[in-house]
């Protein structure tokens, strides 16, 4: 799924290649404004800056006799900005998704008894996942019989 995505982009920075159009240059700067955003966004002062303008619109309702233009100000303008939020906040998480994910992958390496098939867990099928995912709830279900048995060996001694 992921190298079918990957694909597709590739074939969209070739077609805007050969429009001229840098786009490294314009996804970097996207980037930096995204991460910006975010931050801003995550804020509480901007929580209640939002808070302020939606009190400001209702009570300027009645200077506006709640009229369908008073409205679709606030309509439009929630309007646009949850549009573009939404691209701002699948940025963000998705280059924060990608660092925890190579983060995990170093630490899957660098640990000798590890299993690297789990490296590119991220790009297995639905179905390779369930296998996976009954496998490590066995192993789990196995360790806490064994946690529980050490326990029971050392409340005997006591």
Same mark, same amino acid.
């Given at each position: 799924m992921a190298n079918k995505a990957e694909e597709i982009? $590739? &074939?969209?920075e070739r077609w805007f290649s050969r *429009? &001229?159009?840098d786009t490294h240059y314009w996804n970097s700067r996207f980037d930096r404004f995204a991460r910006v955003v975010a931050r801003l966004a995550g804020r509480p002062i901007a929580f209640n800056i939002a808070i302020f303008i939606i009190l400001v619109w209702m009570l300027s309702g009645p200077v506006f006799g709640f009229s369908d233009t008073w409205q679709l100000i606030i309509n439009t303008a929630?309007?646009?900005?949850?549009? *573009?939020m939404v691209f701002v906040i699948q940025h963000t998480q998705n280059r924060d998704t990608d660092a925890i994910q190579i983060k995990l992958d170093e630490l899957i390496r660098a640990v000798d008894q590890a299993e690297n098939m789990l490296l590119d867990l991220e790009e297995m #099928?639905? #179905? #390779?996942?369930?296998?996976?995912r009954r496998r490590y709830m066995e192993l789990a279900r196995r360790a806490r019989e064994q946690l529980d $048995? !050490? !326990? &029971?060996?050392?409340?005997?001694? *006591?």
């Open positions: 982009l $590739a &074939g969209m *429009l &001229g159009v929630t309007t646009i900005v949850t549009f *573009l #099928e639905e #179905e #390779e996942l369930e296998i996976l $048995a !050490r !326990r &029971g060996d050392k409340s005997k001694t *006591l």
